[in-house]
């Protein structure tokens, strides 16, 4: 499980080291181009129900822990659906990866 520490809270945030890796590049595309927004998660199991927000800016410090030495393979689709939120109103929100299935790689041929 790995760890995402924001701003001066000593509250870590768990997530999923795949989970946190595609979240790590559309956070840093977004902080790039100077933006704010919000991230959204569901608690994992283990934890206290619910859900919980925060709000990501510029200037508050971020570090990103993971459990695995190597980074995983990326799946673009996921990246593409996790910036989709980011660019809504609605701030990023944390959605289930997005995986190709041989069904739906036969229709799109």
Known sequence: M????YGASD??????DRALAHLKIVI???LRRNESFTLSWKHPEGEPGGRSTIWVHPSIPLRFVFDEPEAPQINVKWVE???HTANSSGGIMLVDEVLETPELEASNA
């Open 11 to 16: 509250d870590a945030i768990h997530i999923e």
């Open 2 to 5: 790995a760890t995402l520490h």
């Open 81 to 83: 659906q996790l910036m």
């Open 28 to 30: 840093a595309t977004k």
